[in-house]
Every structure is written in C-alpha cells, then in structure tokens.
C-alpha cells in the first residue's frame, strides 16, 4: 500500500512562517513535522512507498531537498510529485498515474500529527470491503471526543438578562462532539479517482478541494460507501498542527503524541 503526504498549499494559517517555508517544515524538538510522519508510517510493513505532493518552487524544494537520502534511513522508497497549486484534489489527481495499480492507499495532510494504527485501520478497511464485495470508496479517521482548550461551564438557574448560577466548572474537559472531526487522514478505493477526474472536467482543469468538492458531494447510497474509523477509542491522539504558535499552545499534546510515535520507530 501506498501512502501520499499532501505537502503543498500557502499554508495562510501559519503566516509568516510559511512566507518562509511550507508548513511541513513547522519544527517541533528541533525536526521538521514531516520527518516524524515519514519515520513513522515507514515502520508500518503495509507503507510500500511514500508518495510527497509539494510544490517544486523555492518552498517545495526545501521539503525535497530535507529529506535527500532519507530512503536509506527509514527502508522504504520516497517519490516526489509536483504540487500544481489545484487544490488538494487536484493535488491527489496528480498521483493517479502512481495509484492505477493499486487497489487502495492512504493520504494523509502532512499538517497532522498522529500516533494511528494503520494496522488496525487497514484491517477495518478490510473487513468492511470482504463484506460490501464493492461500493467501499474509503475510511476517513475522525475523532468523536477533543480535549478543549478553555475551560467549559455547566449553567443553573438565571439570575438576570446576562448572569447566570454556574452549577459547574470544568478546566479544559474532553467533550463528546456533536458530529466526530475529520483529523485529514484517509484511505481510499482506487475508485475515488473517478470521482476527482469527474469534478476536475466540471471545473474545467481548474483546482478543487478534496473535503468540500469531492467527499461532501459523494451521493451515500446503496452503491457507495464512506465510513468513518473513530481513533478515539483506540486511545490514539491527534493534532492538526496550523502554525508554530498553535504548537506552543498545544506543546503538551504534541509531546505526547510525539512520544507514541517514537515508541514506535524506535524499537
């Protein structure tokens, strides 16, 4: 199986950093985001080869240029793909000549830091496929509970217009979320590639958006079949890492996920 980093975008978010470099550079203990990704989805035996989408300009070439020889250390075979600044589904479109042979793969925005299970979530895939026979386009990781960053308040009784009796206090609770939160981590169908050739001819070769032209337009029925795999119970942190001060507010979970995954590569 085969594993795209989507590592291109202006990353505006994460401005001015990324006037600098991509946001896949956003250092964290002293090592760019996107080497904590590659050495860990490389110890995962089912990882066959690591497909880059970025941009091939001054900030793409930082990425290229970082991971030069990076082959040899993690075991598996990196390929680069030039982002053409269509979009994150135009950007997946760009790898569909690399795809065509296989029957599934995972994308995973090179933004986000987690410690999953591929193997589990591969296992899911599977299940879910023996028993579907077709239809299965693919799995996207979310999280049905997050950690807040503020602390919540549980109301009474009204008091006035704007005051209220606080019945209870809690500082920076896990909260159940109404709809789970997609974490920009996938695995697909070959299949989705029809879906992205056929927006891409809607939009007349111009750039569209993975989550909002394609997957949200997807018709769920009988024929076709998007699940969702809750890492949340499996234990299984995740952060979306926006910018380098979002990292310091958060510095705490990212050590921690961090933690979970260097107990992975390096045993």
């Given at each position: 199986?085969?594993?795209v980093l989507l590592?291109g975008?202006?990353?505006?978010?994460a401005?001015p950093?990324?006037?600098?470099?991509?946001?896949a550079?956003?250092?964290?203990?002293?090592?760019?985001?996107?080497?904590?990704i590659i050495?860990?989805?490389?110890?995962?035996?089912q990882?066959?080869?690591?497909i880059?989408v970025?941009?091939?300009?001054?900030h793409?070439?930082?990425i290229i240029?970082?991971?030069?020889?990076?082959?040899?250390?993690?075991g598996?075979?990196?390929?680069f793909?030039?982002d053409r600044?269509?979009g994150?589904?135009?950007?997946l479109?760009?790898?569909?000549?690399?795809?065509?042979?296989?029957?599934?793969?995972m994308?995973w925005?090179a933004?986000?830091?987690?410690?999953?299970?591929?193997?589990?979530?591969?296992?899911?895939?599977?299940?879910?496929?023996t028993e579907?026979?077709?239809?299965?386009i693919?799995?996207?990781?979310a999280?049905?509970?997050r950690k807040?960053?503020t602390g919540?308040?549980?109301?009474?009784?009204k008091?006035?217009k704007?005051?209220?009796l606080?019945?209870?206090?809690s500082?920076?609770p896990?909260v159940?979320?109404e709809?789970?939160?997609?974490?920009?981590?996938?695995?697909?169908n070959n299949?989705?590639m029809?879906?992205?050739?056929?927006?891409?001819?809607?939009?007349?070769g111009?750039?569209?958006d993975?989550?909002?032209?394609?997957?949200?337009?997807?018709r769920?029925?009988?024929?076709?079949?998007?699940?969702c795999y809750?890492?949340?119970?499996s234990?299984?942190?995740w952060?979306?890492?926006?910018?380098?001060?979002?990292l310091e507010?958060n510095?705490?979970?990212?050590?921690?996920?961090v933690?979970?995954?260097?107990s992975?590569?390096?045993n």
């Open positions: 199986m085969k594993i590592a975008g202006i990353g505006s978010r401005r950093f990324s006037d600098y470099s991509p946001k550079l956003i250092p964290i203990n002293g090592k760019p985001l996107i080497d904590y050495k860990y989805v490389s110890k995962f035996s990882i066959t080869e690591i880059i970025c941009e091939f300009d001054s793409g070439k930082q240029n970082y991971l030069e020889g990076k082959e040899r250390i993690i598996k075979k990196i390929i793909i030039e600044k269509k994150t589904g135009g950007a479109l760009e790898c569909m000549k690399s795809l065509e042979k296989e029957s599934f793969f994308v925005y933004d986000n830091l987690c410690a999953l299970d591929i193997n589990s979530l591969v296992e899911e895939y599977t299940k879910i496929n579907l026979g077709e239809g299965l693919g799995i996207v990781v999280r049905s509970h807040e960053e919540r308040l549980i109301l009474d009784k008091f006035s704007n005051t209220y606080i019945k209870e206090f500082e920076k896990i159940k979320l709809h789970p939160e997609a974490s920009g981590i996938y695995l697909f299949e989705i029809s879906f992205l050739k056929l927006r891409s001819n809607e939009k007349g111009k750039g569209f993975l989550s909002s032209d394609i997957l949200s337009k997807i769920i029925d009988d024929n076709n079949g998007i699940y809750d890492m949340f119970y234990g299984t942190d952060i979306d890492i926006e910018s380098p001060s979002y507010r510095k705490k979970l990212v050590d921690k996920i933690l979970q995954m260097e992975l590569y390096l």
